[in-house]
């Protein structure tokens, strides 16, 4: 079979995606091998997989892939969720456009109808993207959180947590998203530091008696607000009691300016009399503060803001105008007025709503609440103690556990019709019950002695619950373990064994799944946690549409193929830290292809040339297999490596390890040594090492790129049909000897920098040199001179005591070469390149001793960091000292 000149991925991907489904090679059922179980985190039924997702997935797959091969029993279960402010806006803007219809024009059942013909219509574009990525997962296991069995687990939690006294329903002050209309929880809004305005304002003052007051500010009292557009809900004016500049406000009473509404003056030491004037508008219905202050002070709440964001009624003026429009038209009257006094610059935090990115509101409203305290302890002291360990830990272990040790109660409730209906019944008079059915509601409520209410009558919540209030059953209920307790499924697969996400969800999903895995299961929900880090462009932006530095995944797919894609973004992916993705280490990815595909070819062409069997017991054996012996510890080595490394979850390391164990040891030295010469016929004995080497490497590399390794794995042999890649078992490891290992460094820098000498001496490379080495470890030598004299082209290695006349010399290692050659020397032209490099040696010398003499250094390093830089310093001491020997020779 003729290959191509570079590896083309298109085709070999649809190739071993089908056989990979054909075959379900990555379904799995319970059996007696021990599981590995990873649920995705569902992304959004709504949108297309981003780079981050990209990240996450592919780390996920390494994981799974790498669990596969390594004897265990790999599940991995891919679902979506129905997100649902996202979905419910996007089918919304889809109605509105589309058909021309509103929301408000038809029923619930109508629109969930159109949602989920919306969700079939777009939900797949996803899992294309996860197969196309080539992720091995179970198709057979697709979870999507309004499938019927999902959405009857969430019910059933609501009524469960209902009844044990944790869910509650009340108004209180909540996060509220104009644009979508719903509640949020506090989780769901992002603070952003902003510049804007404060504005002064002059209110009326009048005693008891109604004779005008005034202050140290003039007539009247000068309140400072950010928000102008809210003095309409001002229901008093707070000054703080210890303030003798107001204490002759005492029974006095305020206007609010332009709608004249007569306010008191109270006092509360809450108000810091060191900020603005001392003296603070209490709006009850537009602040967290003010509603605590109201609460406190049996004030009025003058709800001044709609739903959507306008004016209310209550507002008197400028009733139906959106809230920033107000904002300008109420400054410009009140400046025309009189009572605008100043307006300055001011910096402060700004909340907004993670989905629509407008700026949230404070509200008060009924909505459902969970008491979080409780759920809190057992999932806080799960991480603290160990049981689930977080990755890197030292990053976000605190950020865990801030959360749980502050948690407030959690928001359930949304104003949307997309998603699980609450299990809330109301009768006419507004008794309320909690069932899953209508008619269990009815059989409550006869068991209330309140049968006399038809069953007909009974009016069911019309909020829904949080999006999150279902995927924090995710790992418990994709093995239906809410909907079916104690099922062989979830026995098996629970706890699943690491979970791979975002950062940015730790609170959302992290925290809340292990709190519902304590309650239901009485387990935790996972073993490790590894945060992936935030995608940024290549300047450090974050990737979104609006800055257009976002690329598209199948876009970059069909340019560099799924392995180009997989390999540049975990090539330059620290665990935990933010990454900067950059096409380059793509473009890097494709070349890793086409080397390892030119190496196939290689080995392909040997299998077609004369093969030269050697009797095993020839003299020469040892050294014709030292290539081969060096090779196989070099794998035993970079795999003991990689998976200490795969272990730590730090996988871009593990991937840079193989990388260069394949392109740098594989083929630019192993391939290199045991190459045929012109006209010399192939060492079976080599070629057969150097196949079963390639097929380990690609063993080693397959978690990480799957296409090109399981298509270079079935060229390289004929394989019988269910000798796939993905599920060829690892050998035991075995261990590595430092003797070989050693010697492998040693030829890799004797080749290199005597090539270096001779490129700079301009020796042509087929002209012949002897060599003469000054060491005192000629031994190392022994079994490496042969291929070493070979790969540089000297008729003879000798080893001398002293200096020779009239060569090159040049220091390598600890040791003393020098290169005779038929040329004449410039022996001023290495004096000057030995000086350069004691220079530098002397001044590496000198930060590595300054390094450890610094105690904090020595006392707060890793002990292998600390053993690395005095393994430096005595290796710059022995080359100091060999070059300063070559030195006193010149």
């Avoid at 198709?139 to 939690?157: E, I, P």
């Avoid at 949020?184 to 902003?194: F, G, R």
């Avoid at 006209?679 to 397959?702: C, R, S, T, W």
């Avoid at 070989?740 to 001496?761: C, P, Q, S």
Wanted: aromatic share 10%; net charge negative; charged share 25%.
């Amino acid at each position: 079979m003729e290959l191509s000149k570079n590896f083309i991925p298109a085709e070999i991907e649809t190739k071993w995606t089908s056989i990979w489904k054909e075959k379900g090679y990555f379904n799995s059922v319970p059996d007696d091998r021990p599981a590995f179980t990873v649920v995705i985190p569902p992304p959004n039924v709504t949108g297309v997989l981003h780079m981050g997702h990209t990240l996450n997935e592919t780390v996920q797959d390494i994981l799974v892939r790498k669990a596969r091969m390594s004897g265990f029993n790999a599940c991995w279960v891919p679902g979506s969720d129905h997100a649902s402010i996202a979905t419910e806006a996007k089918v919304v803007q889809m109605l509105e456009k589309e058909k021309g219809i509103k929301k408000s024009d038809i029923s619930r059942e109508e629109f969930l109808r159109y949602a989920f013909e919306w969700k079939d219509k777009y939900g797949g574009i996803i899992y294309n993207q996860i197969e196309r990525l080539g992720c091995s997962v179970d198709w057979n296991r697709v979870t999507f959180t309004m499938d019927d069995h999902y959405y009857k687990a969430v019910l059933k939690v609501f009524i469960d947590l209902y009844q044990k006294g944790m869910i509650y329903r009340g108004a209180r002050m909540i996060n509220w998203d104009p644009a979508a209309g719903t509640a949020l929880s506090d989780e769901e809004v992002e603070y952003k530091d902003i510049q804007g305005k404060l504005y002064h304002l002059r209110y009326r003052l009048e005693d008891a008696s109604g004779n005008p007051l005034s202050t140290f500010s003039g007539d009247g009292i000068v309140i400072a607000t950010q928000r102008p557009e809210t003095i309409m809900g001002d229901t008093a004016i707070c000054v703080n009691p210890n303030d003798e500049r107001y204490s002759h406000l005492k029974d006095a009473f305020a206007y609010v300016p332009l709608i004249n509404r007569k306010i008191p003056i109270i006092f509360d030491e809450y108000v810091d009399p060191a900020f603005g004037t001392g003296a603070l508008k209490v709006t009850p219905a537009h602040d967290i503060n003010d509603y605590n202050l109201g609460l406190k002070h049996q004030l009025d709440v003058v709800d001044t803001l709609n739903a959507d964001g306008t004016l209310s009624e209550a507002a008197q003026i400028y009733i139906g105008v959106d809230r920033f429009k107000a904002r300008k038209q109420i400054i410009a009257e009140l400046k025309e007025q009189g009572f605008l006094v100043k307006e300055e610059d001011y910096s402060s935090r700004l909340g907004y709503s993670q989905r629509t990115g407008v700026v949230v509101e404070p509200r008060i409203s009924t909505q459902w609440f969970l008491k979080m305290k409780e759920m809190a302890g057992p999932a806080l002291d799960a991480v603290v103690n160990g049981d689930i360990r977080i990755h890197p830990g030292d990053k976000f272990l605190a950020t865990y556990r801030y959360w749980l040790e502050n948690v407030k109660d959690w928001c359930i409730s949304r104003q949307l019709w997309w998603g699980q209906q609450i299990p809330a019944w109301y009768t006419p008079d507004g008794t309320c019950v909690v069932a899953a059915t209508r008619g269990d509601a009815y059989t409550q409520l006869q068991q209330m002695g309140l049968g006399e209410v038809s069953v007909d009558e009974l009016r069911q919540d019309e909020d829904v619950l949080d999006t999150w209030f279902s995927s924090w059953l995710w790992p418990m209920e994709v093995f239906k373990g809410i909907t079916s307790p104690g099922n062989p499924e979830v026995k098996y697969y629970y706890p699943t064994s690491v979970l791979v996400t975002g950062q940015d969800i730790i609170f959302f999903w992290v925290a809340r799944m292990v709190m519902a895995g304590m309650e239901y299961e009485k387990n935790i929900p996972f073993h490790d946690v590894y945060f992936t880090g935030m995608v940024r462009d290549k300047q450090g932006r974050k990737m979104s549409k609006s800055l257009g530095n976002s690329p598209d995944l199948l876009d970059l797919i069909d340019k560099y193929g799924a392995d180009a894609v997989r390999f540049g973004i975990m090539i330059s992916s620290p665990a935990g830290n933010d990454l900067l993705f950059d096409e380059s280490a793509l473009d890097q990815g494709r070349s890793f292809n086409n080397k390892m595909w030119n190496a196939l070819k290689l080995v392909n062409m040997w299998k077609d040339k004369p093969l030269h069997n050697l009797e095993l017991n020839s003299a020469e054996l040892k050294a014709i297999n030292w290539p081969n012996e060096w090779m196989q510890n070099r794998i035993s080595e970079a795999r003991a490596e990689v998976d200490k490394l795969m272990k730590q979850f730090r996988l871009s390391e593990a991937l840079k390890t193989i990388y260069s164990l394949i392109w740098d040891d594989f083929c630019s030295w192993y391939l290199e040594l045991i190459k045929p010469g012109f006209d010399e016929p192939v060492n079976a004995f080599h070629l057969k090492a150097a196949i079963g080497f390639y097929e380990d490497l690609l063993q080693m590399l397959h978690p990480f790129m799957p296409f090109i390794t399981e298509e270079i794995y079935s060229l390289l042999e004929g394989r019988t049909e269910n000798d796939k890649l993905c599920i060829r078992q690892f050998s035991p490891l075995t261990p590595s000897q430092e003797l070989i290992l050693n010697e492998g460094k040693l030829l890799k820098e004797v080749i290199t920098g005597i090539r270096d000498a001779r490129n700079k001496a301009q020796i042509k490379p087929k002209e012949q040199v002897k060599v003469h080495i000054i060491t005192q470890n000629k031994e190392v030598y022994n079994t490496i001179n042969v291929l070493v004299a070979k790969q540089i082209n000297a008729g003879n290695i000798s080893f001398v005591q002293a200096a020779v006349a009239n060569t090159i010399c040049t220091v390598i290692g600890h040791d003393q070469f020098y290169i005779e050659t038929e040329q004449p020397v410039n022996s001023g032209s290495q004096k000057e390149d030995l000086l350069k490099e004691l220079e530098y040696l002397k001044g590496f010398l000198v930060s590595v001793e300054r390094k450890l003499s610094n105690e904090r250094f020595v006392q707060n390093a890793k002990t292998e960091v600390v053993e690395m830089e005095q393994r430096k310093k005595e290796d710059a001491i022995n080359k100091i000292r060999v070059i300063e020997e070559s030195l006193s020779n010149f």
